[in-house]
């Protein structure tokens, strides 16, 4: 190599250098996150995550931990400024609680069910429907191969008839299901499932077992998990006598959901609801960050439209900032229709009901508003003493913004080593994020992955038995009727 190229090469390492210094340095100021006049930079997010090997290096990471630090700092700017927190406006808040209080007003005007039960009929029902009773049964669980031939599927069949038959014959059932059973629960108790009552079980093992009368055995049952064989050793039926007023209750509430029912579909119905294309996935991406800026344009965008108005991504957007994180995972992790039915509809099924009320002149009552905001400010005041917040003193030369930021990160710390829970904002991120100023910098998101993952080095590895992706949740619940609570 000559002597010029030797220059040129050494020239360009130090340019290169510079270069990663200067970057080094900027993400020192960089900010992932900004709450107020406080900012979370790339390199303070990055020093809080790189220690923790335990948490993901991933960028949903890095965003739920932004999002954290900006609610906890709103927290700190709203509660240093006045403890008391009157001067925090809670009417968007409060607002969704008064739709909860007009649809219950209209239900009690307009809904006004027979629910008059004479001894007889509720003698007939409870006889029907056997409220209250229990079975203890074992069972025998065959279950065929992932993605099974169906060869080996009709094997399995052929084992659980043969395993039938012998049980009728008089073999022990425990020790078939000891020696068989694929269940590892129950298969070292003979097949033991304790006592459990209508709807604990798959419907059509419920149904299989609560036929059965003690001693009896099931047919081969089919679930998703496999074939079963059932056994009731014990069956517990209550009297009519102990459970008549609470069964009379019971069925009373059918008649007044059936009725409820009822007029929800008369005033959809006349509002023509249609469902806008797409509309399930922009569900999921507004669940996924309900705190990202968007567009007017996006925000004014019609999910569902009815007769008279629109259920749209900003209104959606209100409501997902008031729900706790495992509410909007489960949207997340929801089929296209569990969202339609349980998000979008709901939403909008809850304008319409506000509307009817306001036809009929039914409003927001003004002492419950006086009440629902005190207990509003009680419970963020308490959320505060809880993580901290509430009497930050600054040290020694420090400022109260220095202070502030101070208390955060060591809380975050805390979170992030396990020695303290999060708490879950909700309404309280909401409302904070409705008076001040925040924002994630979300290209900034991937400068903070690269610093921790330098950080930790190439062999840093997420340590076994840690998961790797949230927990799979439930089905999502139904938003028809939102609370809307502090918590």
């Known amino acids: 190599m000559t002597h010029r190229n030797r220059t040129h090469l050494h020239a360009m390492l130090v340019l290169l250098a510079l270069g990663a210094a200067a970057c080094e340095r900027g993400e020192e100021t960089t900010p992932v996150a900004r709450a107020e006049d406080h900012d979370l930079t790339v390199a303070e997010a990055a020093r809080l995550l790189a220690p923790e090997l335990g948490i993901p290096n991933r960028p949903e990471v890095v965003m739920a931990l932004a999002d954290l630090w900006i609610d906890y700092t709103l927290l700190a700017i709203a509660v240093t400024e006045d403890s008391s927190l009157a001067h925090i406006d809670l009417q968007p808040l409060i607002a969704q609680q008064d739709e909860i209080q007009m649809i219950a007003a209209l239900r009690d005007s307009v809904i006004q069910p027979d629910t008059a039960i004479s001894e007889e009929e509720l003698r007939i029902r409870f006889a029907q429907d056997a409220p209250g009773v229990r079975v203890r049964a074992r069972h025998i669980l065959l279950t065929p191969p992932e993605q099974a031939t169906a060869a080996q599927r009709d094997s399995v069949r052929a084992l659980a008839e043969e395993l039938l038959s012998r049980l009728r014959a008089g073999a022990p059932f425990e020790t078939l299901a000891t020696e068989y059973s694929q269940d590892p629960g129950s298969a070292a108790k003979g097949g033991d499932l304790g006592f459990f009552e209508h709807g604990e079980m798959l419907a059509a093992f419920d149904s299989a077992a609560f036929a059965l009368e003690p001693s009896e055995l099931s047919d081969v049952v089919a679930t998703p998990f496999g074939l079963h064989i059932i056994k009731v050793e014990e069956k517990e039926t209550p009297g009519f006598e102990d459970l008549a007023e609470q069964f009379r209750q019971q069925l009373q509430g059918e008649r007044m959901i059936s009725a409820e029912s009822l007029y929800v579909a008369g005033v959809e119905e006349r509002a023509q609801v249609e469902l806008v294309e797409g509309a399930a996935e922009m569900v999921r991406e507004v669940a996924r960050n309900p705190m990202a800026g968007l567009s007017g344009r996006v925000l004014r965008r019609a999910l569902v439209r009815y007769e ?63 009440s629902m905001a005190e207990l509003v400010r009680t419970s963020f005041q308490d959320s505060s003493r809880e993580l901290g917040l509430l009497s930050i003193a600054p040290n020694a030369g420090e400022s109260r913004s220095e202070a502030i930021d101070r208390t955060v990160e060591a809380l975050l710390q805390a979170i992030l080593r396990g020695e303290q829970d999060v708490l879950p904002m909700g309404a309280i991120a909401f409302t904070l994020r409705q008076q001040y100023s925040e924002e994630v910098v979300e290209p900034s998101v991937a400068q903070v992955v690269r610093r921790v993952e330098a950080a930790r080095g190439p062999g840093a590895m997420v340590p076994p038995g840690q998961p790797s992706s949230p927990a799979q949740e439930p089905p999502v619940d139904s938003a028809s009727a939102p609370s809307g609570g502090a918590g």
């Open 308 to 370: 008279g108005g629109s259920l749209t991504v900003d209104e959606l957007r209100a409501f997902m900032q008031t729900r706790q994180p495992a509410y909007r995972q489960q949207v997340q992790q929801a089929s296209d229709q569990q969202i339609v039915d349980n998000v979008l509809k709901a939403l909008a099924q809850r304008e319409l009901l506000v509307a009817a009320a306001r036809r009929l002149g039914i409003e927001a009552n003004q002492a419950h508003q006086d």
